[in-house]
T-cell receptor, first 113, second 114 residues
């Protein structure tokens, strides 16, 4: 079975500061990794995904994530956040070749002026 | 392309009433899913479908039924609504083209059961 852990339920950060949102997973099979963003009162939108190759993945809105196989982590980072980045962020894994999708419980990022 | 659409966007029910939520996708995806989102619990899978005419239970199926009579539509039914079903419901669809499963989400339905 697979599981996803997002240890930080809320992360407050000042505007223009860097941020890292943590995601750890466990799986006995190969997985693909995803980060989604959910703005208030909206659905989930894909930020970025790791399928294979380079462990540093760049996504939309200046976000990037690094896949670390030995630490089974896929942390999301942004060097300088904006007020508009205030949202909830979900990490998810999908075992290769399956319909399954396992979500973390989400991290609420609040960017302060 | 509209992507994934959900109807209705909001609904208020009284305990015991029934309703159906409609999800439609125009991406020719094989897989469709219904999730519920509750504070602090992330997204939990209610039911899913791997193709037209097939459905299966997810993590929290009790109190819900689904049908997928057409490939592009996935219906979620509540036969007798309970306050515990107050939640935001999301539909998603995906395919395995390229060997990986990237889910596309609808805008959600906010349901309140009084």
């Amino acid at each position: 079975a697979q599981s996803v852990t997002q240890l930080d339920s809320q992360v407050p950060v000042f505007e223009e500061a860097p941020v890292e949102l943590r995601c750890n997973y466990s799986s006995s099979v190969s997985v693909y990794l995803f980060w989604y963003v959910q703005y208030p009162n909206q659905g989930l939108q894909l930020l970025l995904k790791y399928l294979s190759g380079s462990t540093l993945v760049k996504g939309i809105n200046g976000f990037e994530a690094e896949f670390n196989k030995s630490q089974t982590s896929f942390h999301l980072r942004k060097p300088s956040v904006h007020i508009s980045d205030t949202a909830e962020y979900f990490c998810a894994v999908s075992p290769a070749g399956t319909y399954k999708y396992i979500f973390g419980t989400g991290t609420r990022l609040k960017v302060l002026a | 392309n509209a992507g994934v659409t959900q109807t209705p966007k909001f609904r208020v029910l009284k305990t015991g009433q029934s309703m159906t939520l409609l999800c439609a996708q125009d991406m020719n995806h094989e897989y469709m899913y219904w999730y519920r989102q509750d504070p602090g619990m992330g997204l939990r899978l209610i039911h899913y479908s791997v193709g037209e005419g097939t459905t299966a239970k997810g993590e929290v199926p009790d109190g819900y039924n689904v049908s997928r009579l057409k490939k592009q539509n996935f219906l979620l039914g509540l036969e007798s609504a309970a306050p515990s079903q107050t939640s935001v419901y999301f539909c998603a669809s995906s395919s395995l083209s390229g060997g990986y499963n990237e889910q596309f989400f609808g805008p959600g339905t906010r349901l309140t059961v009084l």
